[in-house]
């Protein structure tokens, strides 16, 4: 009940507004700024309830508060142009920083997860088609530490496997519709740098108690190596000089690691052989060119 009553709040007001704007009782700028101020008046609100006991009901009504900021910002940019892409974009990642915040501060994971949902749909909301890639994987990488940091002081394995799984999504994503050839080795360094922080997830999570959320992430994020070595073969195989090293080190690494264990040893070797009968044309056709420089004309 006290969701629906939260939801039914946020839905009166977003009908009066619309009312109002459909009316033209105010202006666009007007809107978003009352929007805005409407949110931080309830979030505020709602912390205030939180310090008088009611923890649930007081963290429900901040979340609805939140959500009011958010989509103030988004329409500021989407719907009515009051501000560019890129101001919308910090607008929105602060609203998110501040449910975050707040998520830490009351130690809910429910509202870590509101703040998570709002960062990880800023960059598809506000999707320009210019090139911001750069910006686009330290915020992503960003989100990253910060929800190892969050499990860290808190634990909250689902809002592990929720950010291992919305950074995934929204790479693909960019891969699908933005990825160019020139841009292989910023998204292999924002490909390893991610995996090692969910690597560090992961293993802060082995050594929690097993409950039932633990045990799944412990299974999921394992597959984080997996997703590495996809990604990396798929945005180096054009590009010998770094691949080359990329086979070498990563084979030696995996062995290094499971010098103790056979099949993971074994595990190792069946994923890089094949990648390596493959790369071995263009490899030989990168040695010969390199010869034929050295020699000269």
Same mark, same amino acid.
């Given at each position: *009940?006290?969701?629906?009553?939260?939801?039914?709040?946020?839905?009166?007001?977003?009908?009066?507004?619309?009312?109002?704007?459909?009316?033209?009782?105010?202006?666009?700028?007007?809107?978003?700024?009352? @929007?805005?101020?409407?949110?931080?008046?309830?979030?505020?609100?709602?912390?205030?309830?939180?310090?008088? @006991?009611?923890?649930?009901?007081?963290?429900?009504?901040?979340?609805?508060?939140?959500? *009011? *900021?958010?989509?103030?910002?988004?329409?500021?940019?989407?719907?009515?142009?009051?501000?560019? =892409?890129?101001?919308? /974009?910090?607008?929105?990642?602060?609203?998110? #920083?501040?449910?975050?915040?707040?998520?830490?501060?009351?130690?809910? *994971?429910?509202?870590?997860?509101?703040?998570?949902?709002?960062?990880?749909?800023?960059?598809?909301?506000?999707?320009?088609?210019?090139?911001?890639?750069?910006?686009?994987?330290?915020?992503?990488?960003?989100?990253?530490?910060?929800?190892?940091?969050?499990?860290?002081?808190?634990?909250?394995?689902?809002?592990?496997?929720? @950010?291992? /799984?919305?950074?995934?999504?929204?790479?693909?994503?960019?891969?699908?519709?933005?990825?160019?050839?020139?841009?292989?080795?910023?998204?292999?360094?924002?490909?390893?740098?991610? #995996?090692?922080? /969910?690597?560090?997830?992961?293993?802060?999570?082995?050594?929690?108690? =097993?409950?039932?959320?633990?045990?799944?992430?412990?299974?999921?994020?394992?597959?984080?190596? =997996?997703?590495?070595?996809?990604?990396?073969?798929?945005?180096?195989?054009?590009?010998?000089?770094?691949?080359?090293?990329?086979?070498?080190?990563?084979?030696?690494? #995996?062995?290094?690691?499971?010098?103790?264990? =056979?099949?993971?040893?074994?595990?190792?070797?069946?994923?890089?052989?094949?990648?390596?009968?493959?790369?071995?044309?263009?490899?030989?056709?990168?040695?010969?060119?390199?010869?034929?420089?050295?020699?000269?004309?």
């Amino acid at each position: *009940m006290l969701i629906v009553g939260v939801v039914v709040l946020v839905l009166g007001v977003a009908f009066f507004v619309k009312y109002a704007f459909d009316r033209r009782w105010i202006s666009e700028t007007a809107r978003i700024a009352g @929007g805005t101020i409407t949110g931080i008046a309830v979030w505020l609100f709602g912390l205030r309830f939180v310090r008088r @006991g009611y923890a649930l009901f007081g963290r429900m009504i901040a979340g609805g508060g939140l959500a *009011m *900021m958010f989509v103030s910002a988004w329409a500021a940019a989407a719907l009515y142009g009051v501000v560019s =892409a890129e101001v919308a /974009f910090v607008w929105l990642a602060a609203v998110a #920083c501040a449910a975050v915040v707040t998520a830490d501060r009351q130690q809910s *994971m429910g509202l870590a997860l509101l703040g998570g949902a709002f960062a990880y749909a800023a960059p598809f909301l506000l999707a320009s088609g210019a090139d911001h890639h750069l910006v686009l994987f330290t915020y992503q990488a960003m989100l990253a530490v910060a929800t190892l940091i969050l499990a860290r002081r808190h634990g909250w394995p689902v809002l592990g496997l929720a @950010g291992w /799984f919305a950074t995934w999504v929204t790479f693909a994503s960019w891969m699908a519709a933005s990825y160019r050839d020139a841009f292989f080795v910023s998204a292999e360094l924002y490909v390893i740098v991610v #995996c090692g922080v /969910f690597i560090a997830l992961l293993r802060l999570y082995r050594r929690r108690p =097993a409950d039932g959320a633990t045990r799944v992430a412990t299974f999921v994020l394992p597959g984080t190596p =997996a997703i590495l070595h996809l990604a990396s073969v798929y945005i180096l195989f054009d590009h010998a000089l770094w691949f080359l090293p990329y086979l070498i080190l990563g084979t030696a690494l #995996c062995v290094t690691i499971a010098s103790e264990r =056979a099949s993971l040893r074994l595990i190792a070797w069946a994923a890089m052989l094949p990648v390596v009968l493959l790369a071995a044309p263009a490899i030989r056709a990168f040695a010969l060119r390199l010869t034929r420089e050295e020699r000269g004309p």
